[in-house]
């Protein structure tokens, strides 16, 4: 295994920034349009608004081996599509017998979950609160209010991001705004 001195990162609750990111990731909506369920307004949107970040990820750097424990901030911006709210791509992990523990630093969010075998989960989440997402559990957050909604993460190195089952399949449930409040209603494109 690497060998890793022990470190401290100082996190700004409101906006997931890291003293001494190792990594950065930023995605737009056209990294990602055709997660959305109103495809066409994600295409207004790009073609009339321009491109707009939807989250950015800040995370330390460490070897992918057993026994480390990465950590990252994601900050999911506020904001709609159509009716349904910023959100990350969402991913099962690659081992699905690791889990993941997220924690709330600010904002409201919905963690949505689901597994293989059609079992569906939507958690709330706002500053304190430690959400679990069991092994086999694929997971997604999406940003519910009107501000930045921020959360630290933390997983066992091996877990490895498996997108391409949520590319392929979608989520079965999606956060939209309805009769002025966030709702989770089923997703019409997946069966
Ligand atoms: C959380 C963790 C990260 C993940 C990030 C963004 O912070 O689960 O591993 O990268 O959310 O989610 P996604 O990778 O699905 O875009
Ligand atoms: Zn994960």
Redesign the pocket.
Known sequence: MGYITPFVTEIDFASGTLSAPGYV?Q?KLSDMASMYVDGDEAARILADEGDRLI?E?Q?VELPAEEGQI?H???RITAGRIGAEYHM????YHARREQG?V?FGLSGHGILVMQTETGETSAQEMVAGSAAY?PPFWA???VNAGDEDFV???V?EAR?G?D?GT?ERDGFRKLVVLRDGAPAVVDNPKVG
Do not use: D, L, N
């Open positions: 990731i995605r989250y990820v995370g990465p990252c901030t994601t990350t791509k969402g991913h993941e997220y997402v997971h997604r957050t959360f630290f993460s997983w877990a991001h997108y949520i």
